[in-house]
C-alpha cells in the first residue's frame, strides 16, 4: 500500500511502505488499547514489577533477620499493593491486558531469595530492592515526562514520591547493614 503525498510544489510524491507500514502498525496498537507502545509497555511493566515488590515484601517478612529489612518489606507490600491496584483501574480504563505473573528474570530473582534466611537474606534483598528502585525511580521520572496519555503521566507521576521515599528508605537500610 503507499500513500499520495503532496509535495509544497504540488508534484505527487509516494511514501516509502515501510514507512507506511509503521505508521498502520502505530495506529493499529493505537486502535486496540488506546495508547501509544510507549505507555502500554510502560503499563506492563510496572504491574510485573508491582507484583514482585509485592511477593518479594512478604518473603522479606518472614525471612529477614533484620526489623528494618521486615518492616520495609511490610511497607512494599502495602505500597505496590495500593498502586498495583490503582494500575489495574488504569490498564482496563485504557484496554491493556496486564501479565498474570512476573517474567522469568523476576522469578528467578525470587527463587534466589527464597532460599536465603537472616543475614543473607538480608543483604540479598537489600542489594535488589536498591537496583530495582533506582531503575524504577528513573522509569517513573521518564515517563511521567514523556508519557503520550494524561493518565498514565498521572499515575506515573503520582507514584514516584513513592518510589523516591522506598529507595532513600533502603538505601539507609543498606548504609546501616555495612
Do not use: C, W
Not at 525470587?110 to 525511580?137: C, I, N, Q, R, S
Request: hydrophobic letters at 40%; proline letters at 2%; glycine letters at 4%.
Amino acid at each position: 500500500m503507499l500513500a499520495v503525498v503532496y509535495n509544497a510544489n504540488q508534484n505527487v510524491s509516494y511514501a516509502q511502505p515501510q514507512v507506511q507500514q509503521a505508521s498502520l502498525e502505530f495506529l493499529s496498537r493505537a486502535e486496540e488499547t488506546g495508547i501509544a507502545k510507549m505507555d502500554e509497555d510502560f503499563i506492563k511493566e510496572a504491574a510485573a514489577g508491582g507484583m514482585m515488590e509485592v511477593e518479594l515484601g512478604k518473603l522479606a517478612q518472614q525471612n529477614a533477620g533484620s526489623q528494618k529489612v521486615k518492616d520495609f518489606g511490610s511497607m512494599m507490600v502495602k505500597d505496590h499493593s495500593k498502586a498495583n491496584e490503582a494500575l489495574k483501574t488504569l490498564a482496563e480504563s485504557k484496554r491493556v491486558t496486564l501479565p498474570m505473573a512476573m517474567d522469568d528474570k523476576m522469578k528467578k530473582e525470587m527463587d534466589m531469595l527464597k532460599t536465603k534466611k537472616g543475614a543473607d537474606f538480608d543483604k540479598a534483598y537489600v542489594d535488589l530492592m536498591v537496583e530495582d528502585h533506582k531503575k524504577d525511580v528513573e522509569k517513573f521520572k521518564t515517563e511521567s515526562k514523556m508519557a503520550k496519555d494524561d493518565d498514565v503521566k498521572a499515575f506515573a507521576t503520582k507514584t514516584l514520591p513513592t518510589l523516591e521515599k522506598h529507595l532513600n528508605a533502603i538505601e539507609a537500610i543498606k548504609k546501616e547493614m555495612k
